[in-house]
């Protein structure tokens, strides 16, 4: 998967994932960063269980980045809300 892929899935699994977990973005940068952090927590978690992880610029790749996204924005915000304490 090139590089425009990653980000196009990146940026997409980010804003959907940061719509289920709190509702609102957290800026463009930040939704592609954890997107594709996202797409690579996603593909291991998958894989461990045994299933395709991210196979390319499709829709089952994009619900495996959407669940690691979820996965990554909320470990996120635990550790994010931890340091604010």
């Known amino acids: ?7 196009i899935l990146g940026l997409i699994a980010g804003f959907i994932g940061s ?7 957290q800026g463009m ?3 592609i960063v954890l ?9 291991l978690i998958f894989s461990a269980f ?5 196979t390319g610029l499709n829709i089952w790749s ?5 669940i690691g ?5 909320w470990a996120y915000h635990q550790i ?4 604010t304490l």
Do not use: F, H, P, Q
């Open 1 to 7: 998967m090139g590089i425009i892929s990653w980000i």
């Open 19 to 25: 719509k289920i977990v709190n509702k609102t973005g």
């Open 29 to 31: 940068i930040m939704d």
């Open 35 to 43: 997107g594709i952090v996202g797409a690579v927590v996603g593909g």
């Open 50 to 54: 045994g299933s395709a992880g991210v």
């Open 62 to 66: 994009l619900i495996v980045a959407v």
């Open 69 to 73: 996204s979820v996965v990554v924005l």
């Open 80 to 83: 994010s809300g931890k340091r």
